[in-house]
């Protein structure tokens, strides 16, 4: 039975496998033991290699907001209109990193004005150490100064095309990652680790080549949307084991920590795998998975915070105690877990609600603008 399902839910349960993977690289949980030579092993090539679920995110953006913003869900909606698309994306993401920022500085990590100021405003701050470009307030919000660039290009692409905002965004970030570079310098850097020394911090994370994972996931929804129907269940199991094979061996394999090939096409292919699956109703996602999905963003804005508090009070342990590494991790996560839920209940949510009442404002301050202007008519 095919299952054609406009939640896709196997997304939710992808999304809460990379926060949880970040979540576990940045716990500082390193597992040493002189009789179990796996466990160095499973540290360094499992443990620390949770980076790779930015990529995810990234990737998984672009997927949902070409799929619901422009395609329509490939159920011939209209795309949604570019005031309604920001309106939608402020509303969800600034609020609760604003908080948690303001936080993290106050208690944590003290910043200068400034710093906070262009942490809040989602800029970079400074053409050095690609691909974070200067750690924002909160170190996780280098990543979101990526999502804003992408939502912007999204939002310009609506204003102008329409259904075919991808077609702008393409150009416009061919243009950011090939086009001005060579132009700067006669060369273009694959290595997202790499500077661009003319640059400022905008065009050096503009120039950036993880910008393009946004565009491979966004490729992979148009592909969804205009070929779900050819997808059959042996083709689907088919895509998903190439998907799981590539991201364990880009994830334990010896890759660059950043790479759009080796990072940013595995987790595409694990995308793709999991959302066939669910098309062809050869997937069921557990109710824990998809609710530690819709948790994923408190999760990532949680963590950063409650780690740097609990290794503030014990110190960074042995890795030789292999108990007392666990136990820490396990607090890690437990207190990690309570603070997103606390962040995602009393803020992540109201803030959509708010989001979704200020586009009905809108809306209706819209309808009656164009009563107005219908009465007025000779």
Known sequence: MTRSSSSLLSIQALRGFAALYVVVYHSGLALAHADIPALPWLTTHVIKRGHVGVDVFFVISGFIIAWVAILGQGTGKEPEPPGEFLVKRAFRLAPPYWLMSVLHSTWLNPVSAGVLLSSLAFMPQANVDAPYFGYPALYVGWSLNYEVFFYALCALGLALFGRRALALVALALFTTTIIMPFWHSGIVL????????????????????????????????????????????????????????????????????????????????????????????????????????????????????????????????????????????AVNLALTLVLAMLLHRYVELPSIALGRRTIAWMRDRRHAWRTRLGTQKP
């Open 190 to 329: 694959r290595n997202p680790e790499a500077l661009y020394d003319w640059a400022t911090p905008l065009q050096a994370m503009a120039a950036n080549p993880l910008v393009l994972e946004f565009l491979l996931g966004a490729g992979l929804a148009w592909l969804y949307a205009a070929h779900r129907q050819r997808l059959t269940p042996a083709f689907a199991r088919v895509l998903l084991a190439v998907g799981v094979a590539t991201f364990v061996m880009s994830a334990v394999g010896p890759a660059p920590k950043f790479d759009l090939f080796w990072r940013g096409l595995p987790a595409g292919a694990l995308l793709i795998g999991m959302v066939a699956m669910e098309h062809c109703g050869e997937l069921r996602v557990p109710r824990v998975a998809v609710w530690l999905g819709e948790l994923s963003y408190a999760l990532y804005l949680a963590h950063p915070s409650v780690i740097e508090a609990t290794h503030r009070l014990v110190g960074v342990l042995s890795p030789q105690w292999i108990g007392t590494q666990l136990m820490l991790f």
